[in-house]
């Protein structure tokens, strides 16, 4: 299917770790695999009798279905678990649960939890691969992923792109993640929201800083929205949700400067009249949908890669 | 396994808009189904590969797993997703986890939702296949058409059978869709409840409508009961449990003027006691059980027939 | 894959139940089924086309997840059912749960519920298989074949060994189910406990009283850890959990006697630093993931050994 089987690594914790040429096997993987997802029988038996984990200590639909899916796809054995969160919140029974888990002989454990770092806990007690399905405000490294895919299947290159990232940068795995993977990519990262949601010394990542959207979008080849945490408010890191949309909203008044071929993405769900309007949302530019499908095919591909070495 | 492959349209979302041949049909295939859950192997080919979402907003363990044991039956990949009904309360948001789901390339998407009209909506935003599992009061028709089976497997025929249908009409969508399923087939269909639960108008159905449960039984070949929500008594539609239940209740002592070969449904579950004696619900005239067996064989030839074409 | 492929019996409900061959019989088939766990390909035909039914009443993640995964690496349908307790806390909706779900043609229902003798009950209405995946105070059979299990596997026997049971007897089915099994296969057995923990007339069960755990410990080959229940304390069963722990939790100090292979186990999840002491927990003559492992094993061989004879 594809000529090399495997990722050098046991597991997929975040995109601090990976070199670009391991993100562009990744992504060239998934190309390659994402066709299955559109034939009449959208399943290979490439992963039959793997054991794979969904163990997630946060809700989330859309991500726990869309690695749900890429495993059955791959006709491997998808276990549920939802963590109540209250039992497996201290750090050592977590590793309770993980290490009995373990013992059940899984092959791969998609991770979602709260508190950052805990993939990577996970992935130095257990000998399975542990794929981070985010972490508390830390990576979310199959995000990014799907993004770069989607990026890439729609301007052929990401290398050299301008790429605005809009939001709150600070509590965000989902811009931590890509501004890793667009820059290690070659791609010129722009954050952009108001200073009490950027980091002190987030330059240091290699991206530049702007407070001002306007000003930012005229140069954007991609603007990559991030879903507001509307609880954040309550914390006074906005003023108001009416003044946060006024300024950082994307609207169509705004994209008048866009260049013509300016792709917007958003990790979902969107909060519609808030960070995005539902024009927007919905139009020309948007590639939103796109980034889902190429979820389940990063998805599969991570899966594949993974345990490549160990399939039929 | 059956001669015609498929049904002719994409969608299963009520008995308003289906035909007596296409329902003849449903029928004809789950009848030649069933005989699957009965094999050592419980298990075809069918629909490998192919993917299911079972996604509901309202919690109903019995209409899940049938769905869900329909969907392995026939090898397709079975997802379940509940909602947790405030975030997807609004349109706007339905449509959105929609549209996401739909971009993980399902076949069909099966769901339940308190909101009438919920199915039909998804139905014409999506490409895939909606199954209407209940929408609020308004239809449930793979009730109906296991109803439908039901009878037709103990009788032998549906037109010209004298039909009951019992309990709260006005907030049944089990009612309504045996009433368009019923009348479509040539039966007789006499509604039967207290004045405060059954609609004005519903003669225009097609539907007799008899405020006296007595009166009705002596002609009855099929008494259908339906479920007492019982937080209805607090909004003051019947005055008490207990008149409900002496009043409409289907007892040993009502049923002494049956027909002796009368059959007794119920969608379950039952409130015993309430709209059903234990005795009845458990009595030689009650076929409450080969009820959901059909379930199951129902489930089965309809997501057989939508994907009939696209199978392999 | 083993020579004789059936138990003459429906149902497994408990250990009470079993016959020393019997015992000895599933655990010779566990041992063999184990191995399939540790393939490449997790995963055998055997039981295609079963439908297994994971009804659980009392939620349990790691039980759940050992049947679930049990069933799959046999090939089975999977389907998990949680019961929103309150609905079906009375026994006649239990029943009607079941004989709807039996109208559904499971092969194997497991059932966890709080109430003793609700496997029993289903097993005499229901045609299908019941595994007893723990009921209320009463048995969890599996567990005690998986001790049993990993007992033989790492002493070669189980007859005369001297086996202790620590902690809170009363409320035990872990307890009950083990003194059964270890009993039948002639091991000796001391329960060890605060005497508010420990029901009146237990020897009548074959085994000795201590509420000396200090005492016990040099005698014992193997000690069986429970995890205490720590809503009990409230109802003041035992003074306080530091008492509780100073006498019978098992730390390194009182193992300072311990015979140089004894073995340690505990059915998880632990209570680290309450009944046994973290270094303990993890030390090298702990089989506490050992006794996980093996419970997918023995999980397997009894959906195979009930099946067995309806195996293609």
Redesign the interface.
């Known amino acids: 299917m594809v000529e090399s089987i495997t990722l050098k690594r046991k597991d997929l914790l975040g995109m601090e770790d990976l070199g670009a040429e391991e993100i562009y096997h990744i992504l060239d993987t998934a190309e390659s695999l994402k066709e299955i997802?559109?034939?009449?029988?959208?399943?290979v038996p490439t992963l039959?009798?793997?054991?794979i984990?969904n163990l997630f200590f946060e809700?989330s639909?859309?991500t726990r279905?869309?690695f749900?899916?890429a495993g059955?796809?791959l006709s491997a054995?998808v276990?549920n678990?939802s963590?109540?969160g209250s039992s497996v919140s201290k750090g050592?029974?977590l590793q309770?649960?993980a290490?009995?888990?373990?013992?059940?002989?899984p092959d791969i454990i998609v991770l979602r939890h709260s508190v950052p770092g805990t993939s990577h806990l996970l992935a130095r007690l257990l000998p399975c691969s542990i794929i981070n399905a985010g972490d508390g405000a830390h990576e979310h490294p199959t995000q990014a992923l799907l993004d770069l895919l989607t990026i890439r299947e729609k301007k052929q290159r990401i290398e050299g792109l301008n790429v605005a990232i809009v939001g709150d940068i600070s509590h965000s795995r989902v811009a931590r993640s890509n501004i890793w993977g667009l820059t290690k990519l070659g791609a010129h990262v722009t954050v952009v929201g108001p200073p009490t949601l950027i980091p002190a010394e987030i330059e240091k990542l290699g991206v530049e800083v702007s407070y001002n959207l306007p000003e930012v979008i005229p140069q954007a080849d991609v603007i990559m929205m991030l879903r507001i945490q509307l609880e954040r408010q309550e914390k006074g890191l906005f003023p108001s949700l009416r003044e946060y949309s006024r300024l950082f909203g994307l609207s169509r008044t705004k994209l008048v400067n866009a260049r013509p071929d300016v792709l917007i993405m958003h990790p979902?769900?969107?909060n519609?009249g808030i960070e995005i309007e539902?024009e927007v949302a919905d139009g020309p530019y948007a590639v939103i949908?796109?980034q889902?499908?190429n979820?389940?095919a990063v998805r599969m591909a991570l899966m594949y890669l993974l345990l490549g070495g160990?399939?039929?």
């Open positions: 997802s559109t034939r009449q029988i959208k399943k039959r009798g793997k054991t984990i809700p639909t859309r279905t869309s749900e899916i059955k796809r054995d276990i678990i963590g109540s050592e029974s309770d649960t290490k009995n888990l373990q013992a059940m002989s979902g769900p969107t519609r539902p949908l796109d889902v499908t979820g389940v160990k399939a039929e």
